[in-house]
Structures are given as C-alpha cells and as structure tokens.
T-cell receptor, first 114, second 113 residues
Framework: EAGVTQSPTHLIKTRGQQATLRCSPI?????VYWYQQALGLGLQFLLW???????NRGNFPPRFSGRQFPNYSSELNVNALELEDSALYLC?????????????FGSGTRLTVV | GENVEQHPSTLSVQEGDSAVIKCTYS??????FPWYKQELGKRPQLIID?????GEKKDQRIAVTLNKTAKHFSLHITETQPEDSAVYFC????????????FGTGTSLTVIP
C-alpha cells in the first residue's frame, strides 16, 4: 500500500509570494491533517480536512488555507509568505476521525522563504 | 485547548542504558497518547500509543506509562541502541476533535556507542 505522499519535497519562495503544497493520503483514508514543523517548535496543528470539508484549524492566520478534493487529496496554500513560514510542512492521513489512532505522516515539504 | 509539555529537550545515554522521556498535558479530557520517533531527515513514525483506560503498555524495549490523575505520561526505552538516536515526540488528543494531536516540543535522544 502506498503511503502518504507529498509534493514537492523542497520549495523555495520569495517573501510575499504564494506557496502551494500537495498531499495524497493513503488509499481509503478520508481525513487529512496538516502540521507545521518549524525548527525547535515541534509540530503545530494547521488544518484538518475530512470528506472535502475543513473541520478544524489551528492558531494560524487566514493566509494559511487549503482544500480537499473529491479523491481526498489535499492542497495547502500559504499566501503572502513571510520568512517565519520557513518550515517542514507535514501531511498525515487517517482512516477515520471518529476513532482513536495514530496516523501516518508523509515525508513533508521543506518550504524555505527568502 | 490542550498544552503538552515534554522534557528533557535533549538526552544522551550510553548504549545499553535506559532512557526516559516525560510529558505532561493540561486537559483531563485527553484520552489518547501516541509517541512518534523522527530520525534525521525522515517523517515522524508512530512507535507506541496508549489509551486513557490503560496505565501501561509495552512493546519489546519500549514502554509507555500513563498517570491520569497527575496528567503525565512517559516513554521508557530499555537497552538503548545507536539506532534509537532520534527526536521523540509525545502527543495527546481529545474525543470529538477529529483525532487532532497536540504535540510536545520533542526530545533529541543520542545513544552513545
């Protein structure tokens, strides 16, 4: 079974630009979660999508947004990039949000804002 | 919300010794506590988890304990090996939040051969 795949692996953008990150969940998983892993700050919850809807978002400004497509893949968009947005962005998928269980992370997209 | 604190931030042990990483959480409603291991340049991987109806869980050399009253849980690694060197993250989740995790800030474990 293919795991969670993310693209691109690396992305370099200039301050003020927009970045688009993509995630394909494990086949059959309907929930997709986005986390930001900035240096020294652990993993911060960004967004949760399930069945095409945004279900919850973390403490991030509105310029962090995204969507989930009918095939359950997801896109994270970061507008008006700032230097502090430089981080590893991890996507995870889960079979269902209703049960408890650890989820599988993708390998991440390393975003560098210069 | 939920606040998860993790310590120590760095830990060095001699190969063969034990390592203990501790986490505390603030919300008594939290009922699921996974631990993730992240090797350098790789994705976090689930290594063990515990639910709030259990006090201890063991899987070979790793174990997790949970004290619901004190709101803390710990990861224990025995007979450490160099390949245990990684960053370890604890997390907590609450019911009805869609399996969203609140992570600790991580512990960088170095096992010295």
């Amino acid at each position: 079974e293919a795991g969670v795949t993310q693209s691109p692996t690396h992305l370099i953008k200039t301050r003020g630009q927009q970045a688009t990150l993509r995630c394909s969940p494990i086949s059959g998983h309907t929930s997709v979660y986005w986390y930001q892993q900035a240096l020294g700050l652990g993993l911060q919850f960004l967004l949760w999508y399930d069945e095409g809807e945004e279900r919850n978002r973390g403490n991030f400004p509105p310029r962090f947004s995204g969507r989930q497509f009918p095939n359950y893949s997801s896109e994270l968009n970061v507008n008006a990039l700032e230097l502090e947005d430089s981080a590893l962005y991890l996507c995870a998928s889960s079979l269902t949000h209703r049960g408890l269980g650890g989820y599988t992370f993708g390998s991440g997209t390393r975003l560098t804002v210069v | 919300g939920e606040n998860v604190e993790q310590h120590p931030s760095t830990l060095s042990v001699q190969e063969g010794d034990s390592a203990v990483i501790k986490c505390t959480y603030s919300d008594s409603a939290s009922n699921y506590f996974p631990w993730y291991k992240q090797e350098l340049g790789k994705r976090p991987q689930l290594i063990i988890d515990i639910r709030s109806n259990v006090g201890e869980k063991k899987d070979q050399r790793i174990a997790v304990t949970l004290n619901k009253t004190a709101k803390h849980f710990s990861l224990h690694i025995t007979e450490t090996q160099p390949e245990d060197s990684a960053v370890y993250f604890c997390a907590a989740s609450k019911p009805n939040t869609g399996n969203q995790f609140y992570f600790g800030t991580g512990t960088s474990l170095t096992v010295i051969p």
